[in-house]
């Protein structure tokens, strides 16, 4: 059991964090987590990239929630409302499944593309190179972000990912070779390379 001591430092420090981050705004302008059914947990996949190419590189590509061909080659069959605005959904197949989003924010500023979506629930049928059961999501948040770094010349992505599965780690693992092989993709199929460290000389 913690102390008195130790629980009021942790509210100190709570409200530390809290008002920290209303002063600078959140990262995510909206709370990602999600209730899942009986059954079924949550787990959450973060993963980060940064690649030595301009923003605009990444945006021109990722800007339309309609079109999420750099998603690992998805195709959108259909949708409905307005692309870009809030309420939007998507809907297409991806590994052997439909899937069906709903964009529930979207911020498009000079220096950064930062929007969140809702998945319906969804089986997903893994292919070569993918574990290889069967994984129910019964829902999943993601909130991506694409952030101007080193003065304009290089991008880091940041990507957040509350899925309910009956399988955590399975879900976990396939949730975080799909990131990394679409964000990789994308980033080569401008010729953009991985940013080790530091960033690249003016
Ligand atoms: C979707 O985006 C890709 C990459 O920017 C582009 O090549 C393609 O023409 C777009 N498709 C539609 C239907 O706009
Ligand atoms: C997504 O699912 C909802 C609820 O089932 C449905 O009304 C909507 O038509 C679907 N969206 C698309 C684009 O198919
Ligand atoms: C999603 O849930 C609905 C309602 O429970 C069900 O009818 C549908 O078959 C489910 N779809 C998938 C892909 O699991």
Redesign the pocket.
Known sequence: MLSSFACSALVIAFIGLTSANSIQGSNHPISNDIVCPTNSRVSFVHNSYTYNAPLQKFTDITGSFFNISWYDGTVVT???GTDNVPGA???GTFAGGVF?ETLTAMDKRSDALIFSYHG?NYTFTPGPGYPSSLVTLDSYTETIRFESICGGKATYIDVLTYVCSDNQPLAYSLWSMIHTSTFDGLAMSFGATILAGDCPCA
């Open positions: 259909s949708t409905i959904t998507r809907s069906n319906n």
